[in-house]
């Protein structure tokens, strides 16, 4: 019988479970939104934004850090011998018994053996390489492998890597010293006697086109520091540059035409062309240097020849200082690399930028005896036996 109202039924919904395909479809629509949400963020806030910190985030937001905040912990031997670098995020460590490839977590990639008294490392863009002063073997690799061995008749004197362009200097009979340019494929490419001077190290330009040698003659009596540079289609010289009243310690190819020379009393930025900008520092005593991949280069200014205070300054490739910071500890490393520069003392690491602005520290670092600045801002710190990675 009706009461005037309808009669109500139960009324059951059935849902139809999801399928394998929704699910992923839910999950990429999630991921998609967050992309794009991180990218209005970045539009919105790009000048506040720190490219390296987020670059660190999405390296390294996997690894898990120990309570000293570092993430890998590789096992080394604690030869003074030993020489380091780091190649693609991964570091590279060259000792008596050969060189061997670490990845960012710990782990070996590779272990090529071979005898070398005097080992040293140093990296390029894709591809790296080891060297043995004295000896007779040079090494080339990538992130996976050895490469090439070159086995010399003569010792070796120096060896560099600008881009991807090996240079080789060696000593040769009848002449001062030999230099060798090998191209990307490896091959050897170019090479000059030096009859007159000394070849203290030499380097090809990155872009292949040119190679310049630092040479060391007696002019009426006292040693001169001369740049010499040669097209890799011609034999004869294309330029040159005296260093008057410098000895010259070092340099390396800053861009396809610029260089950075480094001296006991001055860092000089040099073109091809032959014009050139100096930072000058003849009332202090040099402790220390590297060069960043961003050709600016960092200084260690001792206050005395004991080095117990010091300056840390950081100079631009037009010779203008950039920061100066002073240390009342005793520096044990410096290193530049991209826009951080860390600087070691005992138990402690300083990373600071460009301009010197400190931007972490790190304490209770002991036995600490290098650090490596990475162009991420991460720095591998070598203790007696071990590397770590710190992550800011």
Same mark, same amino acid.
């Given at each position: 019988?009706?009461?005037?109202?309808?009669?109500?039924?139960?009324?059951?919904i059935?849902?139809?479970p999801?399928?394998?395909f929704?699910?992923?479809?839910?999950?990429?629509?999630?991921i998609l939104?967050?992309?794009?949400?991180?990218?209005i963020?970045?539009?919105?806030?790009a000048?506040?934004?720190?490219?390296?910190?987020l670059t660190r985030l999405?390296t390294?937001?996997?690894?898990a850090?120990?309570?000293?905040?570092?993430?890998?912990?590789?096992?080394?031997s604690?030869?003074?011998?030993?020489?380091?670098?780091?190649?693609?995020?991964n570091?590279?460590?060259?000792?008596?018994?050969?060189?061997k490839?670490?990845?960012?977590?710990?782990?070996?990639?590779?272990?090529?053996?071979?005898l070398?008294?005097t080992?040293?490392?140093?990296?390029g863009n894709e591809?790296?390489?080891v060297?043995?002063?004295?000896g007779?073997?040079?090494?080339?690799?990538n992130?996976?492998s050895v490469?090439?061995?070159?086995e010399t008749?003569?010792?070796?004197?120096?060896?560099?890597i600008?881009?991807?362009?090996?240079t080789?200097t060696?000593?040769?009979?009848?002449?001062?010293?030999l230099?060798?340019?090998?191209d990307k494929?490896l091959?050897?490419?170019?090479?000059?006697?030096?009859?007159d001077?000394?070849?203290t190290?030499?380097?090809?330009?990155?872009d292949?086109?040119s190679?310049?040698a630092l +040479?060391?003659k007696?002019?009426? =009596?006292v040693?001169?520091?001369?740049l010499?540079?040669?097209? %890799?289609? *011609?034999? /004869? #010289?294309?330029?040159?540059?005296?260093?008057?009243?410098?000895?010259?310690?070092?340099?390396?190819?800053?861009?396809?035409?610029?260089?950075?020379?480094?001296?006991?009393?001055?860092?000089?930025?040099?073109?091809?062309?032959g014009?050139?900008?100096?930072y000058?520092?003849?009332s202090?005593y040099?402790?220390?240097?590297d060069?960043?991949?961003?050709g600016k280069?960092?200084?260690?200014?001792?206050?005395?020849?004991v080095?117990?205070?010091?300056?840390?300054?950081?100079?631009?490739?037009?010779?203008t200082l950039l920061g100066?910071?002073? +240390?009342?500890?005793?520096?044990l =490393?410096?290193?530049?690399?991209?826009d951080?520069?860390?600087? %070691?003392? *005992?138990? /402690? #690491?300083?990373?600071?930028?460009?301009n010197?602005?400190?931007?972490?520290a790190?304490?209770?670092?002991?036995?600490?005896?290098?650090?490596?600045?990475?162009?991420?801002?991460t720095?591998?710190?070598v203790?007696?036996d071990r590397?770590?990675?710190?992550?800011?």
């Open positions: 019988m009706s009461n005037g109202k309808k009669d109500v039924e139960n009324k059951v059935k849902f139809k999801q399928s394998d929704d699910k992923k479809r839910i999950k990429y629509a999630v939104i967050v992309l794009a949400l991180v990218g963020a970045l539009f919105v806030f000048d506040d934004i720190n490219t390296d910190e999405f390294y937001f996997s690894s850090k120990d309570d000293d905040g570092s993430i890998s912990d590789i096992s080394v604690s030869d003074a011998r030993n020489s380091y670098g780091q190649l693609n995020g570091f590279v460590v060259a000792d008596a018994g050969g060189v490839l670490y990845s960012v977590n710990g782990q070996q990639i590779f272990n090529h053996s071979v070398m008294n080992p040293v490392v140093k990296t591809i790296g390489i060297y043995d002063i004295g007779n073997t040079l090494l080339v690799f992130k996976e490469l090439k061995t070159v008749d003569y010792p070796v004197i120096d060896a560099s600008s881009g991807d362009w090996i080789l060696t000593e040769e009979n009848g002449y001062k010293a230099v060798t340019v090998f494929n091959s050897a490419c170019y090479m000059f006697y030096s009859a001077a000394y070849v190290s030499a380097a090809a330009a990155p292949g086109h190679v310049t +040479s060391m007696i002019v009426d =009596s040693f001169v520091s001369e010499l540079t040669y097209r %890799l289609d *011609s034999e /004869q #010289l294309h330029s040159s540059f005296t260093l008057k009243d410098q000895t010259a310690l070092y340099f390396e190819y800053i861009s396809d035409t610029e260089m950075c020379v480094v001296c006991e009393e001055a860092v000089y930025f040099i073109s091809e062309d014009t050139s900008s100096v000058e520092y003849a202090s040099l402790g220390g240097f060069i960043s991949t961003n280069v960092s200084l260690v200014l001792n206050k005395n020849s080095g117990s205070k010091c300056s840390i300054v950081t100079v631009d490739k037009d010779g100066s910071v002073d +240390s009342n500890s005793e520096l =490393s410096v290193s530049y690399g991209g951080y520069v860390g600087a %070691l003392t *005992s138990g /402690q #690491l300083n990373i600071y930028d460009n010197m602005s400190p931007r972490l790190v304490s209770d670092i002991i036995g600490a005896k290098k650090v490596f600045m990475q162009e991420d801002g720095a591998f710190i203790f007696g590397v770590k990675l710190y992550i800011p």
